[in-house]
C-alpha cells in the first residue's frame, strides 16, 4: 500500500482531532453553539500524558498576564482565550479567567472585544470533550451563578460535587453558592465536609458565622 502524503495525513490528522472537541449545545439565548476549527490539540487539561503538550500554548496564549487580565499577547484576550480552549477545551485556569473577563464585560469594567464564542459555549464544549472533568463543572456552575443562571448552576454543582465528593475547591465554592441563594441548611451540610480539610480558607465560615449559622463548636 501506498504512503499518504504527509499533507493529507496531516489533514486527516486535524479531522479526528477535530471531531473529538466539537461545539455543542446552545448559548443561553437558545442559538447552537458555534466556534474556530480545531487547529493545535484538542489535549485534556486533566490527562497526565497529554500535559506535556500544553506549556507551548500557556507560553504564547495564556502567560500569567492574560490569565490575570492585565496584557494580552494576541493583541487581544478574546483571541488569547479562544486559542486557548481551542487547543486545551478543558484547561481550568484559562475557563476561570474567561469567566472573569466576561463579569468584567457584563459590568462596564472593560470596553474591548467579546469572546469570539459565548462563553457558555466554550463549557459546553469542554464538558462534552472531558465528562468526567468535575472542576469544569463547577466552573461552569460558578459562571452561571455569575450570570443569573441560579437553576443551571445548581444542577452543574451537583453533578460536579457527586463526581468530586471529596474536593474542598469544589465543596467550598458549592458551599458559598448556596448561602448566596439562601440555601442555608444545605449550605452549612456541605459546609461541615470543606472543613474537614484543616487547610480550608476561613472566608467561608466567617460567612456562616456572620449569618449565626455556624459555631466554633460545630
Known sequence: MKKLPALILLLFSAYLNAAQAPWVGADLKGFSCTGGTQGYGPYD???????????IVEQYHFP?????????????????????????PNHHRA??????????????????????????????????FSPRDATTRALYAYYLHKVGQNEQAMKFYDQAASMSPDSTKILYSFSLFLLDIKKYDKAVE?????????KAPDALKNKLIKLKLWNNNN
Open 45 to 55: 487539561y486533566t490527562k497526565t500524558n497529554e500535559r506535556e503538550k500544553i506549556p
Open 64 to 88: 500569567k498576564n492574560t490569565e490575570y487580565l492585565i496584557k494580552p499577547v494576541q493583541g487581544n484576550f478574546a483571541g488569547d482565550f479562544d486559542y486557548t480552549l481551542r487547543a486545551v
Open 95 to 128: 475557563l476561570l479567567s474567561l469567566t472573569r473577563y466576561q463579569i468584567q464585560l457584563n459590568t462596564k469594567l472593560k470596553n474591548t472585544q467579546k469572546p469570539f464564542s459565548p462563553v457558555e459555549c466554550y463549557f459546553q464544549r469542554a464538558i462534552n
Open 190 to 198: 456541605i459546609a461541615h465536609k470543606v472543613y474537614k480539610d484543616k
